[in-house]
């Protein structure tokens, strides 16, 4: 069975460092789709980025990047240069090809605190 | 383009009752799933509907059940509630069933069980 894991309860920093959440996960199948999500306090899911088994390339993406090791089994997630908008509740999550469907298993989340 | 709707935004159920929750997809969006979000157990996959079928389905008691529309708008229930199932339920979205493309998802319903 799947499982993803975010050993990072809470993450508290000052404005303009940079953040590196943590994601390692357990899947037996050999194509899935991993994800970030960020959850503001009002409480909607906003998707951040998406990446393929097949793609082990590293991204940047404004602010954002991400570094998806496939030998480790990790999905980090970097944001630099934080701001106090940043505040939020990060998740994880896996979704397997070879599953019926979108299901998608998502970590616990990590609390991120940027403070000014 | 309109987001994910999700309706009531707040409900207050007794022990027993029974409650509907209704989703509204993205336009264009043929499959929508829900989730139960809580602090103990934290986000867990209930179900999905794809063209009125259902897709998957998380490990929920029966009394949790759903069922999707021809215009892809679901409804989820859950009947006989208990306490613990006091939570936020989120419908998420996306174009296909899978796997690949983004959930989106609305601002969730939060259900309170008194």
């Known amino acids: 069975a799947q499982k993803v894991t975010q050993a990072q309860t809470e993450i508290s920093v000052v404005e303009k460092e940079d953040v590196t959440l943590d994601c390692v996960y357990e899947t037996r199948d050999t194509t899935y789709y991993l994800f970030w999500y960020k959850q503001p306090p009002s409480g909607e899911l906003v998707f951040l980025i998406r990446r393929n088994s097949f793609d082990e390339q590293n991204e940047i993406s404004g602010r954002y990047s991400w570094n998806f090791q496939k030998s480790t089994s990790s999905f980090n997630f970097t944001i630099t240069a934080s701001q106090v908008v940043d505040s939020a509740v990060y998740f994880c999550a896996l979704s397997e090809a070879g599953a019926a469907g979108n299901k998608l298993t998502f970590g616990g989340g990590t609390r991120v605190l940027v403070k000014p | 383009k309109a987001g994910v709707t999700q309706t009531p935004r707040y409900l207050i159920k007794t022990r027993g009752q029974q409650v509907t929750l209704s989703c509204s997809p993205i336009?264009?969006?043929?499959?929508v799933s829900w989730y139960q979000q809580t602090p103990g157990q934290g986000l867990q996959f209930l179900f999905e509907y794809f063209s009125e079928t259902q897709r998957n389905k998380g490990n929920f008691p029966g009394r949790f059940s759903g069922r999707q529309f021809s215009n892809s708008r679901s409804e989820m229930n859950v009947s006989t509630l208990e306490l613990g199932d006091s939570a936020l339920y989120l419908c998420?979205?996306?174009?296909?069933?899978?796997?690949?493309?983004?959930?989106?998802f609305g601002d969730g319903t939060r259900l309170a069980i008194l």
């Open positions: 336009s264009g969006h043929r499959s």
């Open positions: 998420a979205s996306s174009l296909g069933s899978g796997g690949y493309q983004p959930q989106h």
